[in-house]
């Protein structure tokens, strides 16, 4: 079964960091390029970052640029969102899903307060 | 690339055709993809490339465009298609959506 799981989420305090992982499972994970996407509370959709099969082209978006970093480890089928500086306005569903849009994650809360 | 969809909600009844529209605030040619999020779950891709069914999503679904404007039809609104949808933007980084359509019961 083609799946994608989310986990790291919490409580923290504003200006502190937490680290989530999305574990692939089912498909070639290592040839697919992958986004992070967020919705506050009550809020749309906010696409968070990207990055390729190979790790070699990354984006972010503006609201996180300089405070997230996305990375991969294609030996573990793994996706990882490093949220350092954390604010009150990043709390939200964080959801892993390939590129294509085809597959996504259940999604992990992240709670911003103090 | 802004996307802005439009209605923000409708209220329509089953057996009802329902059409949602997405406009970009620069061409995209047809790279325009089309969600339905329901509470508490992911997004479930419907359309990708503008007009193309994912697979397993029923035919009552359509989608049609290019450029700068693009719609989203439901052919006979099931109880099931009660939910949220968005378009999002497949042309460029970062990759946009729209604010959502809430389509609610009438």
């Known amino acids: 079964e083609v799946q994608l799981v989310e986990s790291g989420g919490g409580l923290v305090q504003p200006g502190g960091s937490l680290r989530l992982s999305c574990a692939a499972s089912?498909?070639?994970?290592?040839?697919?390029?992958m986004n992070w996407v967020r919705q506050a509370p009550g809020k749309g959709l906010e696409w968070v970052s990207y990055?390729?099969?190979?790790?070699?082209?990354?984006y972010y978006a503006d609201s996180v640029k300089g405070r997230f970093t996305i990375s991969r480890d294609n030996a573990k089928n793994s996706l990882y969102l490093q949220m350092n500086s954390l604010r009150a306005e990043d709390t939200a569903v964080y959801y892993c899903?390939?590129?294509?849009?085809?597959?996504w994650g259940q999604g992990t809360t992240v709670t911003v307060s103090s | 690339i802004q996307l802005t969809q439009s209605p923000s909600s409708l209220s329509a009844s089953v057996g009802d055709r329902v059409t949602i529209t997405c406009r970009a605030s620069?061409?995209?040619?047809?790279?325009l993809a089309w969600y339905q999020q329901k509470p508490g779950k992911a997004p479930k891709l419907l359309i990708y490339?503008?007009?193309t069914l994912q697979s397993g999503v029923p035919s009552r679904f359509s989608g049609s465009g290019s450029g700068t404007d693009f719609t989203l039809t439901i052919s006979s609104l099931q109880p099931e298609d009660f939910a949220t949808y968005y378009c999002?933007?497949?042309?460029?980084?970062?990759?946009?959506f729209g604010q959502g359509t809430k389509v609610e019961i009438k």
């Open positions: 899903a390939t590129v294509a849009g085809d597959v």
């Open positions: 089912g498909f070639t994970f290592s040839s697919y390029s």
């Open positions: 990055i390729s099969s190979s790790s070699s082209t990354i």
């Open positions: 620069q061409g995209i040619s047809s790279y």
């Open positions: 490339a503008a007009s």
């Open positions: 999002q933007q497949l042309n460029s980084y970062p990759r946009t």
